[in-house]
């Protein structure tokens, strides 16, 4: 049957050529001439509240040289700010009072977390000062018997993981960027990673939070309980708000039992009818322990074989069309092979499947992986890379990439030397959310909005949503117009308006002025 054959850390990635500002690339973002700038004053109040090593100064942040154009710059080097200082609260107390003073003179602030994001949403747009969380890193209490962790927002998700995995447990969430990415960063942004599909999203598995609001008010809402209907579900509105109603600090996450069985398998497939058609298969088959159905298309092996995987073998021989990436959780594994390999078995026999392979030990499992998790950070080595976040209906996923490549390869704009030198499709099946990339030659605005108005407006009239689980933040604001009603569009102003009436926190992002 197959064939016995046989994770990746993401870090910032800078093409040697940065991004221009923001500001230039996009003049249609005015600075809130209300916004105060950064005075002498401000620095020495800064300093009675931070250790010198916990503030980064740099009065020239645009230079090249600057130590500060990490922190200005996103991870796809697409979006970059000026903010001339960068702060690293080590407390809940610091935060207070920084947001505290911020308010009172009226200074814009940026939350950043691992700047492992995409839509530009952890970026200052002009210069805004950057709160960035990365030394608020302790797991502060861990019930082994509910499996609640609470953490500090700058733990990073893989270290949480590792804290999880000799008591028994694991994450609800597991991203490429794990081993860089915050805690805070994913609820800010409400992640939901390859296993949606089976511990859902953060909406549900975050019990409670830690949030200092724009006026300095601690919001000290760190519930460890699963249920508690007494009013308002406050964490609610700060989940996937992006920081722009507050700073959250401090997390009550609801960890799942780690599986005693793993099993993944890669299969081959010449349709993205043949993928749906997989897709209904497992959940026939493998139901309660499916924990993930991923799939990519032929290109983004070839990137990834290119840029990072140069010595390994593709697992599969042959060429496919798409490639499918299972896996199953449980508690037996005997109970657990038996499922799969009848199902696997059912795949080839009906000729769903033309070829597949199964991971024989956790090294293999890791490298199966690695083929589906080394995408994103492919193509951004392989120059300025634009990535898409949508969500729709899964009979339509490709459809999207499929009508994106005739449209561009029909005005000649994409191939290799060309405008678009590629354009790729992948994502989770499980839960109707695809990721188009392409790589753009060089740093030309018009072609990169060519290809956002192209992207956006196909999900939208198709009913779908303009970002699955990345965030609005700077990439996808002046869509929202389109994407929301204005009830729903007046209705998130209101609230902005009474917990921040400053508008401080994350200005230019997710609500369109």
């Known amino acids: 049957m197959f064939r016995p054959r046989f ?5 910032t990635v800078l093409n040697k050529n940065l991004t ?21 004053k401000d620095l020495d109040f800064f300093k009675t509240v931070l250790a010198p090593n916990n503030i980064l100064h740099d009065s020239n942040p645009d230079e090249v040289s600057s130590s500060l154009i990490p922190y200005n710059t996103d991870w796809f080097n697409l979006y970059r700010g000026s903010s001339s200082l960068c702060l690293f609260p080590t407390s809940t107390d610091q935060v207070s009072q920084i947001l505290k003073y911020c308010n009172q003179n009226r200074l ?19 210069d805004e000062i950057i709160v960035n969380t990365s030394k608020m890193n302790k797991v502060r209490h861990f019930d082994a018997v509910s499996g609640v962790a609470v953490v500090d927002a700058g733990v990073i998700l893989e270290a949480l993981d590792q804290f999880l995995e000799p008591k028994g447990y694991t994450v609800p969430l597991d991203l490429g960027a794990k081993g860089s990415c915050q805690i805070g960063g994913n609820v800010s942004t409400n992640a939901g990673g390859l296993r949606l599909m089976k511990f859902g999203n953060l909406h549900g ?21 699963r249920k508690d209907n007494t009013g308002y579900d406050l964490k609610q509105l700060f989940i996937g708000a992006e920081g722009t109603l507050g700073l959250i600090t401090g997390i009550s996450l609801l960890t799942p039992r780690r599986p005693k069985a ?27 322990i499916l924990s993930a159905f991923e799939f990519w298309d032929h290109d983004s092996v070839g990137v990834v074989k290119r840029e990072m995987m140069q010595d390994t073998s593709y697992p599969i021989q042959g060429k496919h069309a798409f490639y499918a990436l299972l896996e199953t959780q449980g508690s037996k594994q005997e109970h657990d092979q038996e499922k799969l390999d ?94 188009i990339m392409a790589n753009l030659d060089g740093f030309d605005h018009d072609s990169q909005e060519a290809m956002d108005e192209f992207v956006f407006d196909w999900t939208m009239r198709h009913n779908g949503s303009i ?29 902005k308006n009474a917990i921040d009436p400053n508008g401080i926190m994350n200005p230019y992002k997710v609500i369109p002025e």
């Open 108 to 126: 814009a602030v940026v939350a950043q977390g691992g700047r492992t994001g995409v839509s530009g949403g952890a970026s200052p747009v002009f």
């Open 342 to 435: 009848s199902y696997l078995g059912r795949l080839l026999e009906s000729g769903v499947a033309m070829d597949g392979v199964m991971a024989q030990d956790a090294k293999q499992i890791n490298t199966l992986w690695s083929w589906r998790e080394k995408i994103p950070e492919s193509i951004s080595k392989s120059g300025t890379a634009m990535t898409y976040d949508v969500a729709m209906e899964v009979p339509l996923l490709y459809k999207l990439v499929e009508d994106a490549k005739a449209h561009f390869g029909h005005k000649g704009l994409l191939g290799p030397g060309k405008l678009y030198s590629n354009l790729l499709g992948f994502g989770h099946v499980g839960d109707g959310n695809l990721h």
């Open 467 to 495: 970002t699955a689980e990345h965030g609005v933040g700077v990439s996808k604001v002046n869509y929202m117009n389109r994407a929301k009603s204005k009830v729903q569009l007046d209705l998130m102003k209101t609230l």
């Open 7 to 11: 994770i990746h850390t993401s870090r």
């Open 205 to 225: 598995n975050v019990l409670g939070l830690e949030v200092v609001l724009p006026d300095g008010t601690v919001l000290e809402n760190l519930s460890t309980l």
């Open 20 to 40: 221009p500002l923001t500001r230039v690339k996009h003049p249609e973002f005015k600075r809130n001439p209300s916004f105060a700038k950064i005075e002498n």
């Open 262 to 288: 793993v099993n993944v398998a890669m299969v081959a497939l010449d349709s993205f009818e043949a993928v749906q058609e997989a897709f209904v298969m497992a959940k026939e088959d493998l139901s309660e």
